[in-house]
């Protein structure tokens, strides 16, 4: 679980913990990087939407979708409100990722 200060936003911090993530991976012989992302079912929270066209811009392809409750049946009532799960995946085998300036 990997999160920057919405207030430090455009920043280049999430850039640069996902670049130090997928270089580490890589070093490590991972070939495809997977992202969860948890997001209300019946509301929109601005974090998730974020987070969503973010992995979308960089991207990641959505390759599954489904209810949380249906994937994690015991862990589902601890939940605040129901949610969903979209799951993201990209290849990071040769993917150049790059050290941003400053």
Same mark, same amino acid.
């Given at each position: +679980?990997?999160?920057?200060?919405?207030?430090?936003?455009? +920043?280049? &911090?999430?850039? !640069?913990?996902?670049?130090?993530? &997928?270089? +580490?991976?890589?070093?490590?012989?991972?070939? $495809?990087?997977? #992202? =969860?992302?948890? %997001? /209300?079912?019946?509301?929109?929270?601005?974090?998730?939407?974020? +987070?969503? !066209?973010?992995? !979308?811009?960089?991207?990641?392809?959505? %390759?599954?979708?489904?209810?949380? =409750?249906?994937?994690? /049946?015991?862990?589902? /009532?601890?939940?605040? $409100?129901?949610?969903?799960?979209? #799951?993201?995946?990209?290849? #990071?085998?040769?993917?150049?990722?790059?050290?941003?300036?400053?």
């Amino acid at each position: +679980m990997l999160v920057s200060d919405p207030d430090r936003r455009n +920043m280049g &911090i999430g850039r !640069e913990l996902r670049r130090f993530t &997928i270089d +580490m991976l890589r070093e490590q012989g991972v070939k $495809t990087l997977q #992202i =969860e992302l948890l %997001v /209300p079912r019946d509301w929109d929270q601005a974090s998730k939407q974020f +987070m969503a !066209e973010w992995n !979308e811009r960089s991207g990641y392809q959505v %390759v599954r979708k489904g209810a949380f =409750e249906e994937q994690y /049946p015991d862990l589902a /009532p601890l939940l605040a $409100t129901p949610c969903d799960f979209i #799951i993201y995946e990209k290849d #990071i085998q040769n993917l150049r990722t790059q050290r941003s300036a400053g």
